[in-house]
Structures are given as structure tokens and as C-alpha cells.
């Protein structure tokens, strides 16, 4: 079975940087378009950022371009998402996403999630 495991949530200041990871088992890594969504409390999940199965190609949601990085290294299975300038609007459940042969840019693409990790930012 596919799993993906997020892992580098955390609370940091308004201002601060923290780095996501996303690590996947169970499935053919290089074939699959991988993202990130977000979902705040009382909001519905949204989209944040997606990277190509090659990396060539990257979408960024406008509330987060020019502050987030996401990037990927295919022989550790792995997906990130560098995150800097942070503020409160970021505050949210960060999830990380799957799709086969194409970019997650949102829900109904996604064929694989990961449970989840808090990002907490204080002011």
C-alpha cells in the first residue's frame, strides 16, 4: 500500500521558516506529480504548492508564491516544502499529496494523501 508521511511541523514565530517533508513507500515515486495542501480550521483544504515528477515544473498557490519552495529528491522518495516569512495565515494542517502522471492541484486530482502535520504560527 502507498503511504506518505509528513514529518517537520511545528510552532514558529511570525517571521520564522520551517522545512516539510514528505516521505513515500509503496509506490513508483518518479511517476507521480506530488503537492502540498492546507487546511485552517473552519476552511475548506486548499492548495499550496505542486512539483512535477521530474521537479521541472512547479504551481504555486498566489498566497504563497515567493515565500514557499517546494522541491523533491526522487532517490530518497521524498518531497518538501520550505516555507519562509511565515505568518498566521499559514497556520494550518499541511498535507502532503500524490498524483499518478500529473500535478495535484487540487482534491479530486490527488490520488494518494498523507495524515497530516500541524503548522502553528505565533505572533
Known amino acids: 500500500q502507498a503511504q506518505l508521511v509528513e514529518s517537520g511541523g511545528g510552532l514558529v514565530q511570525t517571521g520564522g521558516s520551517l522545512r516539510l517533508s514528505c516521505a513515500a513507500s509503496?509506490?513508483?515515486?518518479?511517476?507521480?506529480?506530488m503537492g502540498w495542501f492546507r487546511q485552517a480550521p473552519g476552511r475548506e483544504r486548499e492548495f499550496v504548492a505542486a512539483?512535477?515528477?521530474?521537479?521541472?515544473?512547479?504551481l504555486y498557490a498566489d498566497s504563497v508564491k515567493g515565500r514557499f519552495t517546494i522541491s523533491r529528491d526522487n532517490a530518497k522518495n521524498t518531497v518538501y516544502l520550505h516555507m519562509n516569512s511565515l505568518n498566521s495565515e499559514d497556520t494550518a494542517v499541511y498535507y502532503c499529496a500524490a498524483r499518478r502522471f500529473g500535478l495535484p492541484t487540487t482534491r479530486l486530482d490527488v490520488g494518494y494523501w498523507g495524515q497530516g502535520t500541524q503548522v502553528t504560527i505565533s505572533s
Open positions: 512539483i512535477s515528477q521530474r521537479g521541472s515544473t512547479t
Open positions: 509503496g509506490l513508483t515515486f518518479s511517476i507521480y506529480g
